[in-house]
């Protein structure tokens, strides 16, 4: 009786596999087709200028309208886009809707755009030779100066290959694009990179920040970070502030960028537009 459990447990098990590669197949097809059957979605996050009290840019964030799931968020389906490489379909995707969109923003309302609009890029861009190209040929289409493009990456991927990486991100600046460090300090704790690798902002992960308050070394640390970044000539972001206390503290410390709940969350990109653009909806 105990081995035909043990056998039964085992078709069990192999029938879950089974369902599960099935699912994960489904999956990969369905994302592929997504960004051609126009399911993918751009979220705008706004990034406010602490002492102006005013929207300075947006981060752009990608969803998808999954017809069989609903709305999806990118931990769903990222990590599998990046394992089959469909990220850059993706990112280019969004890079393109991103450009496109605070265009048109600055053409029909200049006083209300952001200056700047943020575009994730995964590990797998460093590797591509047309990395530049792509950027420079998004910016062509659209219009956009390349001064109100940044493009985040993560302090991992920076420090993956740093004189590859270093030299791709010079010819980006060249373009006159800026480039951030997403999710700083939440590698390696090695510094030695901000020397070596040209970066222009630096966003400060929300790690930092949730327990801020009330942790009297936690807050010695970020005031120290952001300092830091300041001296070296950064602009410095302080990701996923959730409330007016935070908020304060940040503000205490000199922090002069600020994003997260507390201030907006993510939104479809032409419904921050019309908040922003229609006053009676500002606040
Ligand atoms: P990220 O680039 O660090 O983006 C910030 C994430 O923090 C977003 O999650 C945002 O919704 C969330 N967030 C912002 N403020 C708060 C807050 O106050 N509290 C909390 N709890 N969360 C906050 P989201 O949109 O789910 O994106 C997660 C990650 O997925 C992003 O982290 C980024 O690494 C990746 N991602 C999103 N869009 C893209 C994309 O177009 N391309 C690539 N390659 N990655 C993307
Ligand atoms: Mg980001
Ligand atoms: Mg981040
Ligand atoms: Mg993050």
Request: net charge negative; with cysteine; glycine share 8%.
């Amino acid at each position: 009786a105990a081995k035909d459990l043990g056998k039964n447990r085992f078709m069990v098990f192999e029938n879950r596999m089974h369902e599960q590669l099935l699912t994960r197949l489904d999956q990969e097809n369905r994302l592929r087709e997504a960004v051609h059957r126009g399911e993918l979605r751009l979220h705008l996050q706004p990034v406010y200028a602490v002492q102006e009290g005013q929207v300075a840019g947006a981060e752009a964030l990608v969803r998808w309208q999954d017809p069989l799931r609903g709305l999806q968020q990118p931990g769903s389906f990222i990590p599998l886009a990046e394992e089959t490489g469909m990220i850059i379909e993706i990112d280019r995707w969004i890079l393109l809707e991103a450009c496109r969109t605070l265009r048109h923003w600055q053409v029909e309302n200049p006083w209300t755009a952001p200056a700047w609009v943020s575009v994730n890029l995964s590990a797998a861009h460093l590797d591509l030779p047309d990395l530049t190209d792509h950027v420079a040929y998004a910016l062509a289409t659209t219009g956009l100066s390349p001064r109100c493009l940044v493009l985040e990456l993560t302090e991992t991927v920076m420090m993956r290959d740093v004189a590859v990486t270093s030299a791709r991100l010079q010819e980006l600046r060249e373009l006159g694009v800026r480039i951030a460090i997403d999710d700083f300090g939440t590698g390696y704790s090695s510094l030695g990179y901000l020397r070596d690798i040209p970066v222009d902002v630096l966003k400060l992960d929300r790690s930092f920040i949730t327990g801020l308050v009330g942790n009297g070394r936690q807050q010695e640390l970020v005031s120290a970070i952001v300092q830091l970044g300041h001296t070296l000539g950064l602009r410095v972001v302080a990701e996923g502030v959730e409330d007016a206390e935070e908020l304060n503290l940040l503000t205490a410390m000199g922090c002069k960028f600020v994003q997260g709940y507390h201030l907006g969350r993510p939104e479809p990109a032409h419904q921050l537009y019309e908040r922003l653009t229609t006053p009676a909806l500002n606040g």
